[in-house]
């Protein structure tokens, strides 16, 4: 238990406030293939699925690749909260070495308590309810729906009533430009 982390984000979920704060998580998505395992890394303050990675394999260099995407496009300034669930991708050495070699602060929901981490858990419940609702016909196929999904639809036009009926990417607009 040493190594797990405090809740530093503490359910503070709105968006365009509070600390700059990224959340992870993982889901399982259908196919007939077998599952693929789907990583994500999702802004708090606006919404935006900002990196994600798949495999058919559930390892830690799943949340490893998510969260270096999403660095890669969107590099923070040192003490950006990370926040995600128990789950032991979260906990190994690897990607604990990565968030502090990027001075993140790692942050964990409480034990069992999906409420912590809302953000994700409300991308993945709209993700299954737009997109994946039916199994793929191959985790291929799942992946390359996946990607138009996030890039075609949820980040440029998908509409949030957290952030004023306003997409994640216009949404991120906004508040660069009233910085």
Same mark, same amino acid.
Request: glycine content about 6%.
């Given at each position: 238990?040493?190594?797990?982390?405090?809740?530093?984000?503490?359910? !503070?979920?709105?968006?365009?406030?509070?600390?700059? %704060?990224?959340?992870?998580?993982?889901?399982?998505?259908?196919?007939?293939?077998?599952?693929? /395992?789907?990583?994500?890394?999702?802004?708090? !303050?606006?919404?935006?699925?900002?990196?994600?990675?798949?495999?058919?394999?559930?390892?830690?260099?799943?949340?490893?690749?998510?969260?270096?995407?999403?660095?890669?496009?969107?590099?923070?300034?040192?003490?950006?909260?990370?926040?995600?669930?128990?789950?032991?991708?979260?906990?190994?050495?690897?990607?604990?070495?990565?968030?502090?070699? /990027?001075?993140?602060?790692?942050?964990?929901?409480?034990?069992?308590?999906?409420?912590?981490?809302?953000?994700?858990?409300?991308?993945? %419940?709209?993700?299954?309810?737009?997109?994946?609702?039916?199994?793929?016909?191959?985790?291929? !196929?799942?992946?390359?729906?996946?990607?138009?999904?996030?890039?075609?639809?949820?980040?440029?036009?998908?509409?949030?009533?957290?952030?004023?009926? /306003?997409?994640?990417?216009?949404?991120?607009?906004?508040?660069?430009?009233?910085?």
């Amino acid at each position: 238990s040493s190594q797990l982390a405090p809740n530093l984000l503490d359910r !503070q979920f709105a968006p365009g406030t509070g600390p700059t %704060a990224w959340v992870g998580d993982i889901t399982y998505v259908p196919t007939r293939q077998g599952w693929l /395992h789907l990583a994500v890394v999702i802004s708090v !303050q606006t919404r935006q699925v900002l990196g994600y990675s798949v495999s058919k394999r559930l390892t830690e260099e799943l949340v490893v690749k998510a969260f270096a995407n999403a660095w890669a496009l969107h590099p923070q300034r040192p003490g950006l909260i990370f926040h995600s669930d128990r789950g032991g991708q979260y906990w190994g050495n690897q990607f604990r070495q990565l968030l502090q070699s /990027h001075e993140v602060v790692q942050s964990m929901s409480r034990p069992g308590n999906c409420w912590d981490n809302a953000v994700a858990e409300s991308f993945f %419940a709209t993700l299954k309810t737009e997109e994946a609702a039916e199994p793929y016909a191959s985790r291929e !196929q799942a992946s390359q729906s996946i990607a138009a999904y996030i890039h075609g639809f949820y980040n440029p036009a998908r509409l949030h009533s957290a952030l004023g009926y /306003h997409s994640p990417n216009n949404y991120a607009r906004q508040l660069r430009a009233a910085a």
